[in-house]
């Protein structure tokens, strides 16, 4: 039989020196990972962006929790926790501008009745940070482009806005959704799950995307687990633990644990795989018994991706 490796008189035979030399071939690239990861960790610190979504409470309760009143502590509550990007639930034109001007940040949406007033799902951003590039709202009804149009036994209209950004900083463009689920029926939360779903399908595809809500239901329930067909939810993917307040986000102004009617989640953040999750966590943010608002805003820090997650 012929031989296929020959030894040097005296040296290592040549076969062993082959396999040497690929396990050098083989370990090069696992030390040059470890050197693109820990660079890749000092961009995505550099480079992250720190998302909420925010269910700031319609502005009609009375002293210590009107809206004069809350203002300032959900002003405190933002900076204190650098916020940039923010899909906000039940604001009114007022407090729309209030925030707006207390912060220094620009907003897009429009209302959800027919003359586009009432509440808005208003998407605050950093001016400095994001260049809003195009927006929309929609109706999450039969007929999604006709304002204050309604469906499914809904307790009032409801939309969905979005908007497409730049990150001045590092050029990448994405898609920010906002929504508030109905709270009186479920076949009008599954429904309005679909409809996003549905419109927004081609940004989801496209860009790195974020859906932030109050979903009026749980990660257990169906229009979650339909979203979660097509999306990711941030908590479940960030590569730290979840931090701050408990399960539950919506606290209807009660400190004591014991005597808030919900133990589960209902506001989310919900990303595609263009979307790197680096924490999660819900801000508790009572002081001296007071809070901003009846949800806690839950917060992710993510870093937008050239190319999906696998």
Known sequence: MKRLFHAKPGGLPLILLFAAFMLIAVAAPVALSGAQVA??????EKNLIRVATYNVRGPNDRAPNSWRDRLPRMVKTIRDNRFELIGTQETLSGPIKDLAGSLGFSYFGVGRDRHKGDEHNAVFYDPERFEMLSQETFWLSEEPQKPGSSGWDSACPRICTWGLLLDRRTGKRFVIANTHLD???AMARIQGVNVILTRLA????KYPFILTGDFNSTADDMPARRVLGVLR???????TDHYGAGDETFHDFHENRKERSHRKPIDFIFVNSRVRVLSHGAINDFRNGLASSDHFPVTAE???LDSPEK
């Open 183 to 185: 709270n009186r029926s």
């Open 233 to 239: 939810n941030a908590r479940d993917v960030s590569e």
């Open 202 to 205: 081609p940004m989801i595809d």
């Open 302 to 304: 993510i870093v937008l």
């Open 39 to 44: 660079k890749a960790d000092s961009e995505a």
